[in-house]
C-alpha cells in the first residue's frame, strides 16, 4: 500500500490554481495598507509608498505560492497593469 507515503503535488502551484487579479490587487492593498479600490489599472505602485521592501515581500509571497517571479521582472513598469501583465504572464506560462 504505496499510495499513503506517495508524494503529493504542491496543491498551491501555479499552474493549479494561477493568482487572480482580486487577489493580486488584495495582496498589494495589503502591502501598502490602502483600501483595494484605491488602486487602478494605471497606478503607480511606488507613488502609492511601495517601496523596495514591500516589493520584496510581495515577490517572497507570490514565489511561495509557485510563480517563478523575480524582483527585476517587476521594475519596468511600476504600474497595476504592469505588475499584472507580468504576473498574468507567469502564471499562465506564457513569458
Known amino acids: 500500500m504505496t499510495s499513503s507515503t506517495e508524494p503529493t503535488k504542491d496543491s498551491t502551484s501555479a499552474s493549479e ?3 487572480t487579479k482580486e487577489a493580486f490587487l488584495a495582496d498589494v492593498a495589503s502591502v ?3 483600501a483595494q ?3 487602478t489599472d ?3 505602485l511606488f507613488d502609492h ?3 523596495s521592501i514591500g516589493t520584496m515581500r510581495l ?3 507570490w ?3 509557485g510563480i517563478d517571479i523575480r524582483f527585476f ?3 519596468d513598469d511600476s504600474t497595476v497593469d504592469g505588475w499584472w501583465r507580468v504576473l498574468e504572464a507567469k502564471t499562465t506560462g506564457t513569458s
Open 63 to 65: 514565489r511561495s505560492s
Open 49 to 51: 509608498g511601495l517601496d
Open 32 to 34: 501598502l495598507r490602502v
Open 17 to 19: 490554481s494561477p493568482l
Open 37 to 39: 479600490q484605491e488602486l
Open 59 to 61: 515577490v517572497d509571497q
Open 42 to 44: 494605471s497606478s503607480d
Open 73 to 75: 521582472d517587476l521594475v
